[in-house]
């Protein structure tokens, strides 16, 4: 069964939008009719960017600052008007060692580019998003369900995500719905690199249309849930 979404005429905000996952996010929204506002801390048309900036309007910022975010989030209103869909894909995966042998940089690293990009992207679109009745959806893990050695911190920093996933859909009841997704490893660029390449991984492109279902009038009566995205991994 093939499903198709129409996001015509709604704006739907993708952080991390250069990244592998973000990229795909952004070209199922573009896909689906919206218009699709990316923000990032790289451009488009760096080395390291997987969008097509045709699919974007780009709005460049660090999702860790939160003049950057209140500053990004106010320009896409002024610019279009509304918010009706947050994205929150930023993040990134570091291994390392026992937690008495972890250096606390890696701590605050893990815990802005997972956690805090999601909070306050969160916070400052809210107020747009009730107006709209719109929907976030954010990256949360498979391994946040339960603890594991050598990567402890990124474990919790998406335990985090889903807890704060909760929290928003139980203040918002009735408003914007809230749900996260759980990827294990997803098939990209980088892991591909770092890793053996795996055929149980999941395709970003793949992930991307839950994302969109979540988002989607299909999924009005799902909020403060964490779905699974991780096929056969």
């Known amino acids: 069964m093939d499903a198709t979404f129409d996001c015509t005429g709604e704006v739907a905000l993708v952080t991390g939008a250069c990244g592998a996952l973000g990229s795909a996010v952004a070209d199922a929204f573009d896909a689906a009719g919206a218009t699709v506002c990316g923000t990032d801390i790289v451009a488009p048309d760096d080395e390291s960017s997987l969008v097509d900036p045709e ?7 660090d999702f860790t600052d939160e003049g950057d975010v209140r500053r990004v989030v106010d320009a896409v209103v ?6 009706d869909y947050l994205a929150n894909i930023a993040g990134t995966w570091r291994g390392g060692d026992p937690i008495h042998e972890t250096d606390a940089s890696l701590f605050d690293t893990l815990f802005d580019v997972n956690l805090k990009t999601m909070f306050l992207a969160s916070k400052h679109a809210l107020p747009h998003l009730r107006e709209t009745e719109g929907a976030i959806v954010s990256v949360s893990a498979r391994s946040s369900l339960e603890g594991g050695e050598g990567d402890g911190i990124y474990r919790a920093s998406k335990a ?9 859909a139980e203040e918002n009841l009735g408003t914007v719905r809230a749900n996260a997704v759980m990827p294990s490893v997803i098939d990209t660029p980088m892991n591909r690199e770092m890793m053996d390449p795996d055929d149980a991984w999941v ?9 969109l279902f979540l988002c989607s009038d299909a ?3 799902t909020s403060g849930a964490a779905v699974p995205v991780y096929g056969e991994a």
């Not at 699919?55 to 910022?61: D, P």
């Open 55 to 61: 699919t974007i309007t780009y709005y460049e910022g």
């Open 78 to 83: 002024d610019d279009h008007g509304r918010i």
């Open 160 to 168: 985090g995500v889903r807890l704060l996933t909760e929290t928003i």
């Open 203 to 211: 395709d970003p492109a793949d992930i991307a249309e839950v994302v």
């Open 219 to 221: 999924a009005s009566v």
